[in-house]
């Protein structure tokens, strides 16, 4: 076995989870509100940089979404299992 730093101290804290989770439903319409604004931000020709930040926040909440909803995937798998 290699010796070395664990891997989960080199994961970004970007792509950590939040301690607020958000259910699946809130995080579809937070995903729908920065769909919203990317797409005003780019039609009103606003500065790279919030455009950016836009995209950011938008990879971030569908990174959350997935975990969001595997982590409700798992629970309901696990309560029919134990059933």
Do not use: F
């Amino acid at each position: 076995m290699a010796g070395g730093p664990a891997l989960r101290s080199l994961r970004s804290s970007r792509y950590r989870r939040g301690r607020n989770r958000l259910s699946v439903e809130a995080l579809a319409t937070r995903i729908a509100d920065l769909v919203a604004e990317r797409q005003a931000l780019r039609e009103t020709g606003s500065p790279v940089a919030a455009i950016e930040r836009n995209r950011v926040q938008l990879a971030r909440a569908q990174w959350e979404l997935a975990h969001a909803l595997i982590d409700e995937h798992l629970t309901d798998s696990a309560t029919r299992t134990a059933a």
